[in-house]
């Protein structure tokens, strides 16, 4: 059937909710309100307040609870807002989540999922727009997963949902009202493993969640030209997919990453360090890669296009990537 | 077990207006005509303001708005309890305070476009405007850091030994956040020159102010960080005005703290991109229509018979042109230039945003869209 990435999102939610009794739901206006981007719209009715909680406003403070209950035998979901205000809870994620575990010789496990929105373009300025989902994937202990399609959204939240260690998903503020096949009776599907979304041969473009359908239309532009990109869904950013990373660029022998971060510091980077280290004499042109300008993210709407990465930079760097020797 | 006594001023509320438009003369603060009416011009011309600001962003000429409406009296109170050298650090819903401060209107509404005429450059959100002129600073989207901000400028007052106050905002919802407790403790324990004003307006977003806390009010909980407290009527700007500046010059000439929670509602959206109608009756907001703060003003105003309908028209009248005129004077101009976008960083432009910007100008730009509406 058609349906949007949220209600896909929504799909795995009340799945959750069916299938195990311990899953609940938690986060600032996930209940009555459905959920800021509407995710849990519907949900509060059907399985009521206990597993469809409003919190106070804090975030450091469910999710510290939500880590709580996961040690306590509960496999919670937390909703926060936006990545932007994940930093609140930063202390809970990194210093507590991703490390229990091992801190404690393996006797205490956190299965706990937090979903986040990420991401520009819909001028809400700096601080409801940014892309920090490498900062997360920075961090080790956690597992970060980035659905870029309406199938992924599904798929990944409920594997996300089984997996004993807990797992930051970032959804794409963008991605939410976009429309694509959903299978609800899929069957589950490997989140950690990075995809060939579209086959080529001339070129590797590498990108995840928001900036996926951007690559794609770029893939697009590019075949018009005669060029034939092949696009690959990072999918997961913690642990990354490297080995299908490597494998297209043997075949293509060039390389562009979409990023929606900054430039400076940011995945793509670890994307063109790796294949450097493992592959760059598979390489035929110096790797590029596609990122947001090192300013926060401006509000005015001619400021937020140019500062965040858009197909016509994709194509510009493919085009860059091929090279004169091309 | 003790329990808070019921004659606590933290749990009562201090209110001056009458329903009839007369007034508590135990505590009305008789304040003189120009000031009782520029108060009113005050009020009105946020309501006018928002209003049609809210048209905008529906037109798409603007990209998102917040409105006040129904919470005109604390901002205003607050605006004419302070003096020019105080800062105010607000929340989400006192942005007009700056306007009654003096910051021209055309300025203003340039930042709500987001164009070249903007001074934050066509950076911040509508409805988070700032400006050093006038000594408001933005608030932060992610909620809860100006109140120890707040409380940190007013530490520096009195390091410096400046008779200066801050007045820091705080919604109902963002009191949970871990900085209102912080600043509160931090207030208390350095007994800082500011006053720190919650605006109860019921809700934050869909949450009810029952989610938020089981305390009786949130003005007692003055009492646990050892800060003076006072439980205010929201929408009696004359309350609002009389214990706001108690609190102000209190913390002037003592350097003592106050943490003042002003009853309130927000009669309109959460934002732009809010339906409230998912989550609240339309009973419980007409009711609260009827304590309309302006309309309360009115009648008092009416009955001192310093207001009536003919000047009432005349002040709507000027405000509607006024802004009509400022709409017309801003609209068309130009967004800011794409390379502003690197400037302010950092003080300098340093070497790897200069590169930057010569790679982004190295593509052609992308078709304008004028101001910044989508
Ligand atoms: C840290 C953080 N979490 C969540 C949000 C999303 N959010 C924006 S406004 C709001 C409600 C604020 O309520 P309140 O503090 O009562 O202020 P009001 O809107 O009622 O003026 C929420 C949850 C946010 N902006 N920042």
Known sequence: MRATYREAVRSALRTACRRDERVFLLGEDVGRYGGAYACSLGLLEEFGEARVRDTPLAESTFVGAAIGAAIGGMRPIVEIMTVNFSLLALDQIVNNAATLRHMSGGQISVPVVIRMATGGGRQLAAQHSHSLEGWYAHVPGLRVLAPGTVQDARDMLLAAIEEPDPVVVVEHQFLYPMEGDLDETAPPVSPWRALVRRAGKDLTIVAWGGSLPKALAAADVLAREGVDAEVIDLRCLRPIDFPTVLASVARTHRLVVVDEAWRTGSLAGEVVARVAEDALYDLDAPPMRVCSAEVPIPYAKHLEDAALPQVRQIVEAARRARGPRA | ?374
């Open chain 2, 1 to 374: 077990m003790t329990t808070v006594p019921d004659n606590d001023p933290t749990l009562g509320l201090f209110s001056v207006l009458r329903d009839d438009g007369s007034s508590d003369p135990q505590a009305d603060p008789f304040l003189d005509d120009p000031t009782l009416l520029g108060m009113y011009r005050e009020m009105l011309r946020i309501r006018i303001l928002d209003e049609r600001m809210l048209a905008r962003q529906r037109q798409g000429r603007i990209g998102f708005y917040g409105t006040v409406t129904g919470q005109e009296a604390t901002p205003i109170a607050t605006a004419f309890a302070t003096r020019p050298e105080d800062w105010i650090f607000p929340a989400l819903r006192e942005n007009a305070i700056m306007l009654a401060r003096g910051f021209p209107l055309e300025k203003w509404l340039a930042q709500v476009y987001g164009n070249s005429a903007d001074v934050l450059k066509g950076r911040q959100m509508p409805s988070h405007m700032s400006g050093r002129a006038v000594n408001q600073v933005s608030w932060g989207s992610c909620l809860g850091p100006q109140l120890p901000q707040a409380v940190g400028a007013a530490w520096a007052a009195k390091l410096k030994k400046d008779p200066v106050v801050t007045v820091g905002f705080i919604g109902d919802g963002a009191t949970s956040e871990p900085d209102f407790h912080s600043a509160m403790t931090f207030a208390g324990v350095y007994k800082v020159p500011c006053v720190l004003i919650c605006q109860n307006n019921h809700w934050a977003i869909s949450v009810p102010s029952s989610r938020q806390t089981s305390s009786k009010t949130f003005a007692i909980k003055a009492h646990a960080y050892g800060v003076r407290g006072a439980r205010v009527d929201g929408n009696d700007v004359l309350a609002l005005y009389r214990t706001i500046k108690e609190a102000v010059e209190h913390a002037r000439t003592t350097s003592e703290p106050t943490f003042i929670e002003a009853v309130t509602y927000r009669i309109g959206a959460h934002s732009s991109s809010d339906d409230p109608t998912r989550y609240r009756q339309e009973s419980e907001v007409e009711a609260w229509r009827l304590r309309d703060p302006l309309v309360r003003y009115e009648r008092y105003l009416r009955r001192a018979e310093l207001l009536d309908d003919a000047l009432k028209a005349s002040m709507s009248a000027a405000i509607e042109e006024q802004i009509a005129t400022a709409v017309r004077a801003v609209e068309p101009i130009a967004p800011p230039p794409r390379s502003s976008m690197v400037e302010d960083v950092y003080a300098t432009v340093p070497r790897h945003l200069r590169e930057q910007l010569a790679e982004m100008e190295a593509h052609p730009a992308p078709p304008s869209a004028h101001g910044a509406g989508h």
